[in-house]
Each structure stands twice: as C-alpha cells, then as structure tokens.
C-alpha cells in the first residue's frame, strides 16, 4: 500500500513508526512530516494540511492507497470528504463525524439526547447570560470555548472570579469562543480510551492517563499533555466493560441515528469516580501524547486495521497488546503553554536512544544539520518496560541527557499510578 499521513506532530511521529512496520506498506509519504517522521517517510512540506484541494490532487499523482489524518483541524476541515469525493480511501471521520470534536457544543448536545454520561451543561452566546449563570451556579466550576482551541479553550474555574474572567477570556479564541459551554465541575480521575472503529464496530485500545496541566502535581495551565503512561490501571476491565457499553457503542449509535457514519479513531476522554465514567470531551482522532504509549504496546498491524476501519470490515479484526507498561515524558519549551522561545539547539538524543527510549519529534526542526526546537511541546521521550516503575526510571534517565536551553517537563509522569 502506498501511505500518505497528514500531520508532523509527536502522535504523528508514534503513527509513522507503527504504520513503517507493516508489511503491507509499500511507499510511506507524510504532510508536512518532522525530522522524526524522515526516518519512515518521505516529508513533503510545501503543501499546507489545510488545501484539501491540493492533498487530494498528491494523493491522486502518487497512487495513494489510503492517507490517515493525524490532527483534528483538517477532519474538521472536511479533508476526508474530499478525498472519499476523489475516490480516495482515508482513515479518519469526515467533516460531519469530526464535530464531535470540532463543536462542544454538537458533543454535548448528542450525549444529552442519546444519555450518554456527561457532566450537566448550559450554552452561552452571550457574555453577560453566561455570567449571570455562572453567578447562579457558583464554583468551582468550567467554561469552554465551543470550537477548535489546540486544548486550551478549557478553563476549570474554582472561584467565581476566575469564572467570570474565564467569560471574557473565551474572546481569544476568535469564532472558536463566541460560543460557550458552561459546565458542571466533575471531580474524579481521568483516563484517555481510544478506540478504532469503522462506523458499526467499535474496538477500544489499551487506556492510557494523559497529564493535562503543566506542572507537577496537576499545577498549572492546561496543556495539550505533559506525558501519558498505559495501561492506566483506574480503567478496570468493569470500567473498560461501562466505557465501552454506555459510552463508545452509543455514541457511534448515536451518530448514526443521526444520519452520521464515523470512522477513524474516536477518542473518549474520561472522569472517573465511585466505579462510574462520565465524558469529559470526545476527540475525533488519536491522542497526543496518548498515542505515544499506547501504539508501542499494540502488537496488531495498525496499517491493516486503518485500512479496516475506512473500509467498513473491522468486524473480523481482532487487537493483541504487549504486557508491558509504557510511560512518555513530553520536553516542552520554557513558557509552553504561553509563549515560548523557538530555534534553540537540542542535544543527546543519540545517548537517549542508546538508554532504551523512542524519541517522538513534538516540535522540532533542521536548520542545516541541526536539530532545534520549533513548538511548545518539543520531544516526547517514550520507553516501555515489564513494570510502569522500571518503564518511568528507563525514560527519565532518557530525559537527563536531551538539553535544549529553557526545557520543561514535568517530573511525576505516571506519579498516581505508582502509588
Ligand atoms: P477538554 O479539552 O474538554 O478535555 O478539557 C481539558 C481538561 O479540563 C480535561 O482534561 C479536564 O482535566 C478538565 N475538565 C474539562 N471539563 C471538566 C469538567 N466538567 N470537570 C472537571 N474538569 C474538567
Ligand atoms: N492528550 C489530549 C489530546 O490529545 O487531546
């Protein structure tokens, strides 16, 4: 198969790594890819991933067999419309499915219809409504921009003056934040399950635990992740069994009863508490860094099962999974998630890799033959291990020897599971 991926990020950089294993891989292209992803495939960086035009005429000239879209903005773009329109197999849910997480607001409102658990919520387009609301209410309590905001446009308030700055906040996200879901706080655990489906059926990978804010101890701004670890023991098989009876199987239901066939990758971000799960957010595609974890301990070929998925014959398919436990520690720059410096030098990737790790390339680039930092969140060191304490020990001693001036990551990756 001739592959095209969309996306240059550390989950697009685990996706490469995994789809370079199959043995039904023939040519492997990436827009616009990493230096991470120029080890499996060939990088093509002068088409934006936002010219679905321009894509479909790539994957058109260079026979492609299926293109997989990593990040969320081009789903909601339509980019698998157009290909599917082109006669073009993609694996990723079209521009209908891809609300669910491109509008809150379209996610919130389905999982109300259909009962699917989910913390109670009221829709604001207008600042002072969702004030006087929010007074009403009390804290703690969240407010989310309704649209597309790279996993920022949450704010978890715990006093009634961060909520109602968190109102006028809302505006930095453009047409993103002109409407708003006031939400009822959820106390609990997370945990990330994604799943593979075709539309009919729905297989859900290994859980993983994301670590959202920036620092130590849940401190901090939210985050697009800070580092992830799986299996995520908060997800028992009784909770994996609710997961995916009353949460995955009734939303793909729900969709369809809405006229909607998703396919891809549906991500259920979840709060756990007292035995129960409750949605806190669906995502249209693979996590970031969730994939990072749970793609080193899939034993399965993900090319076959991508290509199930766009096909619709996941039935047959079946997933096995490595015992192990994987952990992966985001390095971001100094700053992240506010502004942050760029092009600054990283060193000791080469004694990384020889301590056991997988490096995924978050945010880098070559200025000549050297590598720099280029984004918030810059590497995401992986490594796995029989035991999530021998994995956690392998992949900090990895992180000890990388340096870029002003790196950031936190220290307790995986810290509650291994108490
Ligand atoms: P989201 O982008 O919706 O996943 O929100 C980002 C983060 O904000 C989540 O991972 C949670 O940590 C937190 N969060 C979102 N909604 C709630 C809620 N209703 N109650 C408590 N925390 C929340
Ligand atoms: N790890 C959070 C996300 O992918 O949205």
């Given amino acids: 198969?001739?592959?095209?991926?969309?996306?240059?990020?550390?989950?697009?950089?685990?996706?490469?790594?995994?789809?370079?294993?199959?043995?039904?891989?023939?040519?492997?292209?990436?827009?616009?890819?990493?230096?991470?992803?120029?080890?499996?495939?060939?990088?093509?960086?002068?088409?934006?991933?936002?010219?679905?035009?321009?894509?479909?005429?790539?994957?058109?000239?260079?026979?492609?067999?299926?293109?997989v879209v990593g990040p969320e903005a081009p789903l909601v773009n339509g980019l698998v419309?157009?290909?599917?329109?082109?006669?073009?197999?993609?694996?990723?849910?079209?521009?209908?499915?891809?609300?669910?997480?491109?509008?809150?607001?379209?996610?919130?409102?389905?999982?109300k219809k259909y009962g699917i658990p989910t913390a109670a919520f009221e829709v604001f387009d207008n600042p002072d409504d969702a004030k006087a609301y929010i007074r009403k209410q009390g804290a703690p309590i969240v407010i989310k921009a309704d649209g597309l905001a790279a996993g920022k446009g949450v704010i978890v308030a715990q006093t009634l003056d961060e909520a109602l700055n968190a109102v006028d906040e809302m505006k930095a996200f453009g047409t993103a934040g002109s409407k708003i879901v006031v939400e009822e706080f959820m106390d609990g655990e997370e945990a990330s399950v994604l799943a593979l489906t075709d539309g009919e059926k729905i297989i859900p990978l290994i859980a993983a635990q994301d670590h959202k804010r920036a620092f130590d101890g849940d401190k901090g701004l939210n985050t697009g992740g800070m580092g992830a670890y799986a299996p995520a023991p908060i997800v028992n098989d009784e909770i994996a069994a609710q997961v995916e009876e009353r949460i995955l199987k009734?939303?793909?239901d729900a969709l369809k009863a809405e006229g909607i066939t998703y396919r891809g990758c549906l991500y259920a971000g979840l709060m756990i508490k007292n035995g129960a799960a409750k949605v806190v957010e669906f995502n249209c595609r693979f996590g970031d860094p969730e994939t990072q974890v749970v793609l080193p301990l899939m034993e399965s070929d993900l090319l076959e099962l991508m290509t199930a998925c766009a096909d619709g014959?996941?039935?047959?398919?079946?997933?096995?999974?490595?015992?192990?436990?994987?952990?992966?520690?985001?390095?971001?720059?100094?700053?992240?998630?506010?502004?942050?410096?760029?092009?600054?030098p990283i060193d000791g990737l080469t004694k990384a890799k020889?301590?056991?790790?997988?490096?995924?390339?978050?945010?880098?680039?070559?200025?000549?033959?050297?590598?720099?930092?280029?984004?918030?969140?810059?590497?995401?060191?992986?490594?796995?291990?029989?035991?999530?304490?021998?994995?956690?020990?392998?992949?900090?001693?990895?992180?000890?020897?990388?340096?870029?001036?002003?790196?950031?990551?936190?220290?307790?990756?995986?810290?509650?599971?291994?108490?």
């Fill in 1 to 67: 198969m001739n592959v095209l991926l969309i996306g240059g990020g550390g989950r697009e950089h685990a996706l490469a790594w995994k789809i370079a294993q199959s043995p039904l891989l023939e040519k492997f292209f990436a827009i616009p890819g990493s230096p991470g992803i120029a080890a499996f495939a060939e990088c093509v960086e002068n088409i934006p991933v936002d010219d679905n035009a321009a894509l479909v005429s790539f994957a058109a000239d260079r026979a492609i067999d299926l293109v």
């Fill in 81 to 111: 419309d157009s290909l599917n329109d082109a006669g073009i197999k993609a694996f990723g849910p079209t521009k209908s499915a891809a609300q669910i997480e491109g509008s809150k607001i379209f996610a919130k409102r389905l999982m």
């Fill in 250 to 252: 009734p939303t793909i």
């Fill in 313 to 344: 014959s996941l039935r047959d398919k079946k997933l096995s999974w490595s015992k192990s436990s994987a952990v992966c520690v985001i390095m971001a720059s100094g700053g992240y998630p506010k502004a942050y410096k760029k092009n600054l």
């Fill in 354 to 419: 020889a301590l056991g790790a997988m490096i995924f390339h978050a945010g880098t680039k070559l200025k000549g033959d050297e590598l720099v930092t280029s984004g918030g969140r810059v590497l995401g060191v992986t490594t796995t291990a029989p035991t999530l304490r021998e994995a956690v020990g392998k992949a900090y001693r990895a992180v000890e020897v990388i340096h870029f001036d002003g790196v950031h990551y936190r220290r307790d990756i995986a810290a509650r599971a291994l108490n």
